[in-house]
């Protein structure tokens, strides 16, 4: 009897334009038939905002199966598994989405303050979170108003946007202690299944990768010993924890090379590698070209990324 395949886990890496605070993915193009073509769950380099437009179907999130229909607002950290399935019978559904980088707006929220930064990014990053617009009009006010900036591009709207995201991680901050006060034993146990498991290690990962990271570290924040997080680990994402720490560094590092004219010796040195060989090494690795091969020809890039499959067990 053949070994059974293993089911996938596959990253999707999206850009924000330069000069501007959030990637806005607006209009009729995204009218579909959501995930009848994809046999795997997903998740995002950035924060994912979508509103269902109209249409109805299912959001896989991690073990999660919840119905949607038109009027809910997803919100889903960047390093949470998930699908979209409209319903067939019913015909296409309309989202719309917005993509942001939490990191960059919590350090420019609260500039002088890493102990609050990380405190506010730790309650963003916890949890999906999937409501009618009716159970939190702030948060469902905000993100149309967000999609309208971007939509109109009206003079100053970037200023705006960065203000409206302000306030909107401010809110999501506030309904996820709010949930948390609500559901705290139910927390507790989600926190022993899953990809809960892991999730303060990936953001560690995230915030910290510019630093020597060691795997002990890593299980110390998840609260395992180093054995039993790597098996884990491994089992979640079917890589062990040093690779996927060597992917966030190459992902940093085509974010520099795109936006800078610095030589590789300083983008090794500012993703995290102890070396400009050890950065070669692991480039050619995930991306299966050398640094200065990508950087004269970086358009194929989201491509290669965009197919970086992570396997997964079932059961994670």
Known sequence: MG??????????????????????????????????????????????????RSGTGELVLDEEKLPYQSAMVSIIPHNYPHVTISNAKEGPSFWEYL??????????????????????LEKIN?????????????????????????????????????????????????????????????????KNSGLAQIAEALDYVRMEYTHSIRVEELAQVCHMSETHF????????NMSPVDYINLVRVQKACDLMKKTNDSMDIVAQKVGFATTSTFNRNFKKILNTSPYQWKINPKNYERKLLNYNISARKGW
């Open 230 to 237: 790597r098996r884990i680990f491994e089992a979640c994402m």
């Open 3 to 52: 070994k059974k395949k293993k089911d996938t886990i596959e990253l999707r890496f999206y850009e924000i334009p330069q000069n501007e605070y959030v990637l806005a993915l607006l209009g009729e193009n995204w009218i579909r038939d959501y995930g009848h073509d994809e046999v795997n769950l997903h998740f995002h380099n950035l924060m994912e905002i979508g509103v269902c």
């Open 126 to 190: 916890r949890k999906a979170l999937f409501v009618h617009e009716w159970e939190n009009r702030n948060i469902a006010l905000l993100v149309k108003m967000i999609m309208e900036e971007m939509r109109g591009r009206r003079s100053y709207y970037t200023d705006s946007v960065k203000g409206l995201l302000f306030a909107l991680v401010t809110e999501i901050v506030r309904m996820n202690e709010q949930n948390e006060r609500r559901n705290e034993q139910e927390n507790r146990g989600r």
């Open 99 to 120: 993509f942001f980088d939490p990191i960059q707006m919590v350090n420019e929220m609260y500039p002088d303050n890493e102990l609050l930064q990380r405190e506010i």
